[in-house]
């Protein structure tokens, strides 16, 4: 899924650049405006205020929002229509503000005027006078008298792109209903009119019930969200994996004849079946998505299109590349029948003779090679810009810059994106904000980096990146937490610390790989994460050589200096639960992470203080102090013992906060099982087992409960022989 090989940017260059006009006014909105023009003072709303609906319906969802996110700010209440000195009046004024753009994106257009005792936020259409509603919001900025105040002046705004696309992957997770209403609520304020669901086997494609999980969601269900997004003018546009990627399909026995070349992540797109499989799938989630106009079909990875048991043509280049073309236009015509546009991917294997071969009007969602896009603009083919907040990184995302700066984060190469990016230079139609759930990541922490996608796809020119980072802290938690810039980081540091202190050793788990960009078949062993345990042997003819303390002597030192930091993190991040007026539960998914990292530092030092223990024991062994090394030798039992104890009890907090907003992982219902089979092409560490129980998997191969039971064994052997009473295990 992580597209790094594709999305090669120009060496960024970041160059100092002025907050906005309403920054240093001490105002923010996200995304930050296209044109302000602010005058002197501002205006306090205040009880002599009332909203002025005009022709709006009382239950459009803007005036709700209004009224709604007033109420939130613990400001008077505003009531619609009701006699008042002040007035803020709402109206759909089609070319209210001339923007000269395409209709797409015209009626995304605003315009805000406050002054006078007045403001007025007018759309060019319902959902641009929903958007100047949610900038409103964000502009009013409440004191503690219950009034809330918002600038003078002129805010005219529209979208740079017209289609904002923000991605919910649920490969390794289902989130909770309510808890995807609350993504909606929060991607429609920053004005997010697509989500990309990639449904994989969260959904229970009616045709074929074996492939949805236990507790995927229903028809009604996914209908359900689909509205409720609708009514805030965002579409959830269904993602659906194929022809590739699909061991959430394969892996159930019923599909194995379909499987490319006898491996369960690629369909043989030769075969009829596959196809009418395929577009059975595509029409279940249509029918549970009305009102939609647009199908991710997604293409994604799809190495080794034209091998199969059922392919005629021989495999090389250029077959494949028709094949994977044959599988699009086939798609396209089936799709279009259904009156939805199609997104794809297109990228390898497609060559560049082939682009002119694409059906006209679909979308690239990742351009695949810049000499793609003059072939596409004759095709009238347009492009999202893909921007990646999440790959391969493990408990918490590159947010920020590594590597002393010289390596670029997240934020940072997502804003060059929308700038000078490849899909920048073609016809964009809009942007794919990217979080992969390959490394099971909470979406909690992503919204830093949708948020910024959300800011640069719509304006790419303003709102320098340290500025929407400080009001993104703001807008999510409130005005009153503090620091949290610096949390984001040490969470960041502590997980990219958390993944550098294990060994990474060969899998017994041998990987048949499908393939890549280089060669098909290629057989390969997995890397696990684990460590080594100190030596236990008997006494007094105890000699490690070497020591485990000294193997890990860097990792020790390292575990010590984050000990100090993750303190120092959680204190913070307990702080901020207190001060924040919204979004809390992020925070308690923040804390759970800090201390689960924290469990691994304790985890070092408490081997190594083990060892230090089974050291004493030794040199008093050889001094015939023999009840004096047991003594020791039990301490060193009820150290690891003692960290044992606290993996499981570190787990389990883990656990219930991340199921406050999901369902349990790989879940059983009505008596029906998870289907788990190893996806072997990209050795996701979400998939090395079914539940979550992954995220201690490193740990638990170290099989501490057996080295303790060696060193009991070694301790009754011990006492008995030298006359010392037995511990009590």
């Given at each position: 899924?992580?597209?790094?090989?594709?999305?090669?940017?120009?060496?960024?260059?970041?160059?100092?650049?002025?907050?906005?006009?309403?920054?240093?006014?001490?105002?923010s909105?996200?995304?930050?405006p296209?044109?302000?023009?602010?005058?002197?003072?501002?205006?306090?709303?205040?009880?002599?205020?009332?909203?002025?609906?005009?022709?709006?319906?009382?239950n459009?969802?803007?005036?709700?929002?209004?009224?709604?996110?007033?109420?939130?700010?613990?400001?008077?209440?505003?009531?619609?229509?009701?006699?008042?000195?002040?007035?803020?009046?709402?109206?759909?004024?089609?070319?209210?503000?001339?923007?000269?753009?395409?209709?797409?994106?015209?009626?995304?257009?605003?315009?805000?005027?406050?002054?006078?005792?007045?403001?007025?936020?007018?759309?060019?259409?319902?959902?641009?006078?929903?958007?100047?509603v949610?900038?409103?919001?964000?502009?009013?900025?409440?004191?503690?008298?219950?009034?809330?105040?918002?600038?003078?002046?002129?805010?005219?705004?529209?979208?740079?792109?017209?289609?904002?696309?923000?991605?919910?992957?649920?490969?390794?997770?289902?989130?909770?209903?309510?808890?995807?209403?609350?993504?909606?609520?929060?991607?429609?304020?920053?004005?997010?009119?697509?989500?990309?669901?990639?449904?994989?086997?969260k959904?229970?494609?009616?045709?074929?019930?074996?492939?949805?999980?236990?507790?995927?969601?229903?028809?009604?269900?996914?209908?359900?969200?689909?509205?409720?997004?609708?009514?805030?003018y965002?579409?959830?546009?269904?993602?659906?994996?194929?022809?590739?990627?699909?061991?959430?399909?394969?892996?159930h026995?019923?599909?194995?004849?379909?499987?490319?070349?006898?491996?369960?992540?690629q369909?043989?797109?030769?075969?009829?079946?596959?196809?009418?499989?395929?577009?059975?799938?595509?029409?279940?989630?249509?029918?549970?998505?009305?009102?939609?106009?647009?199908?991710?079909?997604?293409?994604?990875?799809?190495?080794?299109?034209?091998?199969?048991?059922?392919?005629?043509?021989?495999?090389?280049?250029?077959?494949?590349?028709?094949?994977?073309?044959?599988?699009?236009?086939?798609?396209?015509?089936?799709?279009?029948?259904?009156?939805?546009?199609?997104?794809?991917?297109?990228?390898?294997?497609?060559?560049?003779?082939?682009?002119?071969?694409?059906?006209?009007?679909?979308?690239?969602?990742?351009?695949?090679?810049?000499?793609?896009?003059?072939?596409?603009?004759?095709?009238?083919?347009?492009?999202?810009?893909?921007?990646?907040?999440?790959?391969?990184?493990?408990?918490?995302p590159n947010?920020?810059?590594?590597?002393?700066?010289?390596?670029?984060g997240?934020l940072?190469?997502?804003?060059?994106?929308?700038?000078?990016?490849?899909?920048?230079?073609?016809?964009?139609?809009?942007?794919?904000?990217?979080?992969?759930?390959?490394?099971?990541?909470?979406?909690?922490?992503?919204?830093?980096?949708?948020?910024?996608?959300?800011?640069?796809?719509?304006?790419?020119?303003?709102?320098?990146?340290?500025?929407?980072?400080?009001?993104?802290?703001?807008?999510?938690?409130?005005?009153?937490?503090?620091g949290?810039?610096?949390?984001?980081?040490?969470?960041?540091?502590?997980?990219?610390?958390?993944?550098?202190?294990?060994?990474?050793?060969?899998?017994?788990?041998?990987?048949?790989?499908?393939?890549?960009?280089?060669?098909?078949?290629?057989?390969?062993?997995?890397?696990?994460?684990?460590?080594?345990?100190?030596?236990?042997?008997?006494?007094?003819?105890?000699?490690?050589?070497?020591?485990?303390?000294?193997?890990?002597?860097?990792?020790?030192?390292?575990?010590?200096?984050?000990?100090?930091?993750?303190?120092?993190?959680?204190?913070?991040?307990?702080?901020?639960?207190?001060?924040?007026?919204?979004?809390?539960y992020?925070?308690?998914?923040?804390?759970?992470?800090?201390?689960?990292i924290?469990?691994?530092?304790?985890?070092?030092?408490?081997?190594?203080?083990?060892?230090?223990?089974?050291?004493?024991?030794?040199?008093?062994?050889?001094?015939?102090?023999?009840?004096?090394?047991?003594?020791?030798?039990?301490?060193?039992y009820?150290?690891?013992?003692?960290?044992?104890?606290?993996?499981?009890?570190?787990?389990?907090?883990?656990?219930?906060?991340?199921?406050?907003?999901?369902?349990?992982?790989?879940?059983?219902?009505?008596?029906?099982?998870?289907?788990?089979?190893?996806?072997?092409?990209?050795?996701?560490?979400?998939?090395?087992?079914?539940?979550?129980?992954?995220?201690?998997?490193?740990?638990?191969?170290?099989?501490?409960?057996?080295?303790?039971?060696?060193?009991?064994?070694v301790?009754?052997?011990?006492?008995?022989?030298?006359?010392?009473?037995?511990?009590?295990?």
């Amino acid at each position: 899924m992580f597209k790094a090989l594709i999305l090669l940017l120009p060496a960024l260059v970041i160059f100092a650049q002025q907050p906005t006009e309403l920054a240093l006014r001490g105002y923010s909105v996200i995304p930050s405006p296209r044109s302000v023009r602010l005058s002197p003072g501002d205006l306090v709303v205040d009880r002599s205020w009332s909203v002025d609906r005009g022709t709006i319906a009382a239950n459009d969802i803007a005036v709700r929002t209004l009224l709604a996110g007033v109420h939130q700010l613990h400001a008077p209440s505003l009531a619609p229509g009701a006699p008042a000195a002040n007035v803020i009046r709402l109206a759909i004024k089609p070319g209210a503000v001339a923007t000269g753009a395409e209709p797409l994106i015209d009626r995304q257009a605003y315009q805000l005027k406050m002054n006078n005792g007045m403001v007025a936020v007018t759309g060019n259409a319902p959902e641009g006078l929903f958007y100047g509603v949610q900038t409103l919001l964000q502009l009013m900025k409440p004191d503690t008298a219950g009034r809330v105040s918002v600038p003078a002046g002129v805010i005219e705004d529209w979208p740079r792109l017209a289609l904002r696309f923000l991605h919910w992957d649920a490969k390794h997770h289902q989130d909770r209903m309510k808890t995807l209403k609350r993504y909606l609520d929060w991607s429609a304020r920053l004005k997010i009119n697509m989500i990309g669901f990639e449904l994989e086997d969260k959904f229970e494609y009616p045709s074929h019930p074996v492939i949805g999980a236990p507790g995927a969601f229903t028809a009604a269900q996914l209908q359900e969200l689909v509205d409720y997004g609708l009514e805030r003018y965002i579409q959830v546009v269904p993602v659906v994996q194929s022809p590739a990627h699909m061991a959430y399909v394969l892996k159930h026995p019923e599909f194995a004849d379909l499987r490319a070349d006898g491996n369960n992540y690629q369909s043989d797109v030769c075969n009829p079946k596959t196809l009418d499989l395929i577009f059975s799938m595509y029409g279940d989630v249509i029918k549970a998505t009305r009102g939609v106009k647009y199908f991710f079909v997604s293409t994604d990875e799809v190495y080794f299109a034209a091998i199969g048991n059922t392919c005629r043509a021989p495999y090389n280049p250029v077959n494949r590349s028709l094949a994977w073309v044959d599988f699009v236009r086939r798609a396209h015509e089936f799709l279009s029948g259904q009156g939805r546009t199609m997104l794809v991917w297109a990228e390898f294997p497609l060559r560049v003779e082939h682009v002119k071969l694409l059906p006209e009007g679909i979308i690239d969602g990742v351009v695949g090679e810049a000499s793609f896009l003059p072939i596409e603009k004759q095709r009238h083919i347009r492009q999202l810009q893909y921007v990646s907040m999440q790959g391969a990184e493990l408990l918490f995302p590159n947010i920020f810059s590594l590597e002393g700066g010289r390596r670029p984060g997240n934020l940072e190469t997502a804003r060059a994106a929308f700038q000078s990016g490849r899909a920048m230079g073609g016809n964009p139609i809009g942007a794919f904000g990217a979080a992969w759930d390959d490394s099971g990541l909470h979406n909690e922490t992503f919204w830093l980096g949708w948020s910024t996608v959300a800011q640069y796809a719509w304006n790419p020119d303003t709102a320098p990146l340290d500025q929407h980072v400080a009001e993104f802290f703001s807008l999510y938690y409130g005005p009153h937490v503090r620091g949290m810039a610096d949390v984001y980081r040490s969470l960041q540091k502590q997980a990219r610390g958390w993944e550098q202190t294990w060994d990474y050793i060969p899998s017994k788990t041998v990987l048949t790989r499908y393939g890549g960009y280089f060669g098909k078949g290629l057989s390969t062993h997995r890397s696990d994460m684990t460590l080594a345990t100190p030596l236990i042997n008997d006494l007094p003819d105890w000699f490690p050589d070497p020591f485990w303390s000294e193997r890990y002597h860097a990792w020790l030192a390292e575990a010590r200096r984050m000990t100090a930091e993750n303190r120092r993190l959680q204190e913070e991040i307990q702080t901020n639960i207190q001060l924040a007026d919204r979004n809390r539960y992020n925070l308690e998914v923040l804390l759970v992470l800090a201390r689960f990292i924290n469990h691994h530092w304790q985890l070092l030092l408490s081997l190594e203080q083990a060892e230090n223990t089974l050291r004493e024991a030794q040199s008093l062994a050889g001094e015939d102090k023999h009840a004096e090394a047991v003594s020791r030798l039990k301490a060193a039992y009820d150290i690891v013992d003692r960290i044992g104890k606290q993996r499981v009890a570190t787990f389990n907090d883990l656990k219930s906060v991340f199921e406050k907003s999901r369902f349990p992982k790989g879940q059983s219902v009505d008596g029906r099982k998870f289907v788990h089979i190893y996806d072997d092409v990209k050795d996701h560490w979400a998939d090395r087992r079914a539940d979550l129980s992954f995220m201690t998997a490193p740990e638990e191969s170290l099989a501490l409960d057996r080295w303790n039971a060696e060193l009991a064994n070694v301790i009754r052997i011990y006492a008995g022989t030298n006359g010392v009473d037995v511990p009590t295990f």
